[in-house]
């Protein structure tokens, strides 16, 4: 009678289960990276640099700098990573705002979240909505299962009326310039 091995099974939980705790929650698409401490044994400390259209807001792009930990932790994904990011939001078409936007403005509504550690640990990007000025306002901060952390950065988006610059005019602006 064939036994299953049970080191084999295990072999093939771990890895799974590793990979599932680790995935992102709402990942964006990463543009670059910039080293920023050497590691002997796994990759190196980061500064990743992701972009991310905002998934309510159509015509808004946000771009987040955050650090990511390196070395073996960081490798097979149990390193904590520090609570340190940088966001600036931009207008990038037109914008129509719904009515969940403008009733959710004092709360905020959350666009983006990543997770910065195998547990409990998530960045996040929150936005809201000030109508007085007709601006959209984003706010990045990590936060723990116990506590957070006060750390945090914003951006603001006055919202203009869009109009893409046609290749008739930029051929125009080009010519004035020579």
């Keep these: 009678m064939n036994r299953p091995d049970r080191r084999s099974t295990s072999t093939l939980t771990l890895p799974l289960l590793v990979s599932i705790l680790t995935a992102p929650l709402l990942q964006g698409e990463e543009l670059g990276q910039v080293s920023t401490k050497f590691r002997v044994v796994g990759p190196n400390d980061k500064i990743v640099i992701e972009a991310f259209d905002d998934p309510a807001v159509a015509g808004v792009t946000c ?14 994904g149990i390193a904590e990573d520090t609570s340190d990011a940088s966001i600036a939001c931009r207008q990038t078409g037109p914008v129509n705002l719904t009515a969940d936007i403008l009733d959710n403005s004092r709360d905020g509504e959350e666009v983006f ?35 957070g952390s006060p750390k945090n950065s914003i951006t603001a988006v006055p919202l203009l009326d869009y109009r893409p610059m046609r290749a008739e005019r930029q051929m125009q602006d080009t010519d004035a310039i020579r």
């Design 113 to 147: 979240k990543q997770r910065t550690s195998i547990l409990f640990k998530t960045m996040q990007v929150v936005r809201f909505y000030d109508a007085k000025r007709n601006t959209l306002v984003y706010m990045t901060y990590s936060d723990k299962l116990v506590d």
């Design 63 to 76: 771009y987040l700098s955050r650090a990511k930990t390196g070395g073996v932790g960081g490798a097979i």
